[in-house]
């Protein structure tokens, strides 16, 4: 069945460190791809998406590429900052009004 | 604009008793979803609706649950005879429906904590 797997944590990054948090796919279909990023005491917020294969999705520094080879869609940052610290989920849909498929989580503290 | 809302957004309820959970979605949003969060993992799929009608009530894990959505904007999710097992996060989501057929994103509640004493 579709699924995401997803990088375990906890991650803890010093401030200005690189990012990578790892999710792969497995779907049916040709699925659309996201990340959210669940703020402390915060509900889930969209953080980016890609629609197909090879696109990038970015945002606030994030950046995923959709790999159709690798079933991939990572998650990366140059260089992250406290306020990033968040669980961030990997999530992919087939088409609109099917539901989503998340991984566990992966959660991010940056120490100053 | 205003986002999606729930409420209560804590709920804490004694073992057999019924609850009753609602979501307010975007305004305009055509397809709303419920999910279950249990602690430390990712949101599970509950059921879909599109306007009114459910489309999808897979993800129910038992006929105590049951969500309906009468007029295609308010939702309500209800548990009948709470067990312990049910204490978890319970999300709505809304979003738009794509023409053409691909995903569009979820657009979340901030959940209502439910916890079965």
């Known amino acids: 069945g579709d699924s995401v797997t997803q990088m375990e944590g906890p991650v803890t990054l010093s401030e200005e460190a690189f990012l990578t948090i790892n999710c792969t796919y497995t779907?049916?279909?040709?699925?659309?791809l996201f990340w959210y990023v669940q703020y402390p005491g915060e509900g889930l917020q969209l953080l980016l998406k890609a629609t197909k294969a090879d696109d990038k999705g970015s945002n606030k520094g994030f950046e995923a590429t959709y790999r159709k080879e690798t079933t991939s869609f990572h998650l990366e940052k140059g260089s992250v900052q406290v306020s990033d610290s968040a669980v961030y989920f990997c999530a992919l849909s087939l088409n609109t009004g099917n539901q989503f498929y998340f991984g566990t989580g992966t959660s991010l503290t940056v120490i100053p | 604009g205003a986002g999606v809302s729930q409420s209560p957004r804590y709920k804490v309820a004694k073992r057999g008793q019924d609850v009753a959970l609602r979501c307010d979605p975007i305004s305009g949003h055509v397809s709303l979803f419920w999910y279950q969060q249990a602690l430390g993992q990712g949101p599970e799929f509950l059921t879909y609706?599109?306007?009114?009608?459910?489309?999808?009530k897979s993800g129910l894990p038992s006929d105590r649950f049951f969500a309906e959505r009468p007029e295609g904007s308010v939702s309500t999710l209800k548990i009948q005879r709470t067990q312990q097992e049910d204490s978890a996060v319970y999300l709505c989501?809304?979003?738009?429906?794509?023409?053409?057929?691909?995903?569009?994103?979820?657009?979340f509640g901030p959940g209502t904590r439910l916890t079965v004493t």
């Open positions: 609706f599109q306007n009114e009608a459910q489309l999808d």
């Open positions: 779907a049916t279909g040709y699925p659309s």
């Open positions: 989501a809304s979003s738009l429906v794509n023409p053409s057929g691909g995903a569009y994103e979820q657009y």
